[in-house]
T-cell receptor, first 115, second 110 residues
Framework: ETGVTQTPRHLVMGMTNKKSLKCEQH?????MYWYKQSAKKPLELMFV???????ENNSVPSRFSPECPNSSHLFLHLHTLQPEDSALYLC??????????????FGSGTRLTVV | QKEVEQNSGPLSVPEGAIASLNCTYS??????FFWYRQYSGKSPELIMS????GDKEDGRFTAQLNKASQYVSLLIRDSQPSDSATYLC??????????FGKGTRLSVIA
């Protein structure tokens, strides 16, 4: 266990479904992230909750919606996804200061398949 | 657009040899550099970080940074079959989110 727990590990959903991915970190970090990993592409940053601010990648479709109720929990709400959204979704956390970022700790990921 | 470039490989080395993995980055103000190892079907795991020019050693791993050339590398000495994985280079300038390369797939042949 890395200290970052993601559930579920695997998810198959239809294009009309609504589901949520959950992430919880037990490391006392103050920043959490959602990344998407597709085959033969770099890790793509989707959303950041950092020092109580939310930063997002403007290219992420609105069918992905993040929620961060506190510094230990992060959700990714999914609705009306497309087959091209099938990927590994990774949550990460880090300890961040205003001047410096330390390395991330990743969760085990959720393998999402959209059918 | 900040970019991190890595040769996708596969890089094949015999067991016991030195594996050399390379990474270049485009953002000149980058300050922190990380190497992650990712086994197939698993999530990335941080193995090295480096912040200043020169070499940093940790066991069989050595990270090398040259900010003037915008180049960072990872050397793995005495490579083992268990080192076979994809190695991701990641870069940040200050407290901005990490930018990752596509990764280099390493195969250590017994």
């Amino acid at each position: 266990e890395t200290g970052v727990t993601q559930t579920p590990r695997h998810l198959v959903m239809g294009m009309t479904n609504k589901k949520s991915l959950k992430c919880e970190q037990h490391l006392g970090h103050n920043a959490m992230y959602w990344y998407k990993q597709s085959a033969k592409k770099p890790l793509e940053l989707m959303f950041v909750y950092s020092l109580e601010e939310r930063v997002e990648n403007n290219s992420v479709p609105s069918r992905f919606s993040p929620e961060c109720p506190n510094s230990s929990h992060l959700f990714l709400h999914l609705h009306t996804l497309q087959p091209e959204d099938s990927a590994l979704y990774l949550c990460a956390s880090s300890q961040e200061s205003r001047q410096f970022l330390y390395g991330y700790t990743f969760g085990s990921g959720t393998r999402l398949t959209v059918v | 657009q900040k970019e991190v470039e890595q040769n996708s490989g596969p890089l094949s080395v015999p067991e016991g040899a030195i594996a050399s993995l390379n990474c270049t980055y485009s953002d000149r103000v980058s300050q922190s550099f990380f190497w992650y190892r990712q086994y197939s079907g698993k999530s990335p795991e941080l193995i090295m970080s480096i912040y200043s020019n020169g070499d940093k050693e940790d066991g069989r791993f050595t990270a090398q940074l040259n900010k003037a050339s915008q180049y960072v590398s990872l050397l793995i000495r005495d490579s083992q079959p268990s080192d076979s994985a994809t190695y991701l280079c990641a870069v940040t300038s200050g407290n901005t989110p990490l930018v990752f390369g596509k990764g280099t797939r390493l195969s250590v042949i017994a």
